[in-house]
């Protein structure tokens, strides 16, 4: 883990050297989930990841981002590389309707401190821009307000009802990265899918979230635009989620992109 890369990739070389408190957590926090975006756009681009927490970094150091089991495991690399005392946890997300529970599609991260732990997830899309105390209570970020709160499951983190998905819940247990890996087989080739049926790109800040599922991009979720040619798209990418590509990909992306918007508009 290269600290001092890592830490200039989310504008932050001055964290280096900085002590490990909650402060500095909180710092690192929001640095990282503004700075990498929430996307699995390697799948449209058909090139296998693994959970490997290093490749995950290695792939954000080069600019890219990832989903919960890539940015939550690099991360955790580079805290613990910081000196945070980090345990990964075995969760589940679940959108409207579904039953709550921990399926292993989302990786947890919990850090220690002397007066108790912290919940810090990186890889939950539209939710958290800070981390938050494992306390029960309602917390507003911005636009949203969440909830934490003890389950029969362990912990339950209530989304804001806005937001993209209804809630996670997971488990205290210590996991390692081969919990996740039967479950990121599933997400990145199963044309049940979400990450393989939309190409979902996502960036948290303060005041909010930016959204880019196929080619409709919203605000909070506003319509802003739909991005119906390669300049308008690419140019959405690199301004507003700070994703680039170089010419291959480029005419690969938006050749699986524009397709499945076509059959979107012709389902509908």
């Not at 001092?4 to 402060?23: K, N």
């Not at 690399?77 to 309707?97: D, I, K």
């Not at 809630?167 to 990450?195: R, V």
């Not at 798209?233 to 499945?260: S, T």
């Amino acid at each position: 883990m290269d600290i001092a890369a890592y830490l200039t990739r989310l504008g932050r070389p001055d964290l280096l050297g900085a002590p490990a408190t909650i402060d500095t957590l909180i710092q690192l926090h929001i640095a990282h989930i503004e700075r990498v975006p929430y996307e699995a756009l390697e799948i449209w681009l058909g090139r296998p990841t693994t959970v490997d927490p290093l490749e995950s970094a290695g792939r954000i150091l080069r600019g890219r981002g990832g989903y919960c089991y890539h940015l939550n495991g690099a991360f955790s690399e580079l805290a613990r590389a910081m000196g945070f005392q980090v345990t990964r946890h075995v969760g589940g997300v679940q959108t409207s309707g579904v039953e709550p529970g921990i399926t292993a599609n989302h990786l947890v991260l919990t850090v220690a401190f002397p007066d108790g732990l912290w919940l810090a997830d990186l890889g939950l899309g539209d939710a958290l821009h800070e981390p938050l105390p494992l306390v029960e209570g309602r917390y507003r970020q911005g636009p949203f307000e969440y909830g934490l709160r003890p389950s029969e499951f362990g912990w339950r983190f209530d989304h804001d009802p806005s937001g993209s998905f209804e809630g996670m819940d997971f488990g205290l247990a210590p996991a390692e990265m081969s919990a996740f890996a039967q479950k990121h087989e599933y997400l990145t080739t199963s044309p049940e899918s979400g990450f393989v049926r939309v190409a979902t790109v996502q960036r948290r800040d303060s005041a909010g979230v930016d959204s880019l599922r196929g080619l409709t991009l919203t605000r909070n979720g506003q319509l802003v635009a739909t991005l119906e040619t390669p300049g308008d798209y690419f140019a959405a990418l690199a301004d507003v989620f700070g994703l680039n590509f170089g010419a291959f990909d480029r005419e690969r992306l938006w050749a699986r992109v524009w397709q499945a918007h076509k059959e979107w508009l012709a389902a509908r």
